[in-house]
T-cell receptor, first 107, second 117 residues
Framework: EVVLTQSPATLSLSPGERATLSCRASQSVSTSLAWFQQKLGQAPRLLIYDASNRATGIPARFSGSGSGTDFTLTISSLEPEDFAVYYC?????????FGQGTKLEIK | QVQLQESGPGLMKPSETLSLTCTVSGGSFSVSYWGWIRQPPGKGLEYIGNIYNSVITRYSPSLESRVTISVDTSKNQLSLRLTSVTAADTAVYYCVKFGTGGWPDSWGQGTLATVSS
């Protein structure tokens, strides 16, 4: 099973700052990795797929990069609505697995 | 825009069978790729399984012996059946549609299933 480890567990930043979230896989997943955003009480929303492609309707301030085992989600300038929990997920191998999440909170 | 709405019993006792339904509107149902993902309260996401073209299923190994995913194309419904539930199965259950690049790009609002004696 591919284990995805996200860091940091919690990230405290202010609106307007740049956020960098990491997801590391226990084995190569090529670019078969996605990022999701989940706000309190809501279902997750697909942000980035295949490591670097923005999903429909996702603002350009969200970007993804990486391949193999190391991946990054970058939010270039935080908006108030961006404070949420972020998960990565791989679909390179079965079972599909998620990271444990990074909570992005307002500083 | 496809919309998904889960429904289910809410509260169950240990050893019972959880049966959830997801009603889909606004999309083509039969030739599609659907699945279920769950989230225990306050915890992360867990992939349960998926169904493709109404017949091809695959399940997470940790649940495979207890889970069945099926579709009823006449009703535009996706179903999840999980047998012999325990407290560890308490979670919000989401139905999802796989679209963009084969990723879950449409989610239901989720339904909480609680297992308690």
């Amino acid at each position: 099973e591919v284990v995805l480890t996200q860091s940091p567990a919690t990230l405290s930043l202010s609106p307007g700052e740049r956020a960098t979230l990491s997801c590391r896989a226990s084995q190569s997943v090529s670019t078969s990795l996605a990022w999701f955003q989940q706000k309190l009480g809501q279902a997750p929303r697909l942000l980035i797929y295949d490591a670097s492609n923005r999903a429909t309707g996702i603002p350009a301030r969200f970007s993804g990069s990486g391949s193999g085992t190391d991946f990054t989600l970058t939010i270039s300038s935080l908006e108030p609505e961006d404070f949420a929990v972020y998960y990565c997920q791989q679909r390179s191998d079965w079972p599909r697995t998620f990271g444990q999440g990074t909570k992005l909170e307002i500083k | 825009q496809v919309q998904l709405q889960e429904s289910g019993p809410g509260l169950m006792k240990p050893s019972e069978t959880l049966s959830l339904t997801c009603t889909v509107s606004g999309g083509s149902f039969s030739v599609s790729y659907w699945g279920w993902i769950r989230q225990p309260p306050g915890k992360g996401l867990e992939y349960i399984g998926n169904i493709y073209n109404s017949v091809i299923t695959r399940y997470s190994p940790s649940l495979e012996s207890r889970v069945t995913i099926s579709v009823d194309t006449s009703k535009n419904q996706l179903s999840l059946r999980l047998t012999s539930v325990t407290a560890a199965d308490t979670a919000v259950y989401y139905c999802v549609k796989f679209g963009t690049g084969g990723w879950p790009d449409s989610w239901g609002q989720g339904t909480l299933a609680t297992v308690s004696s």
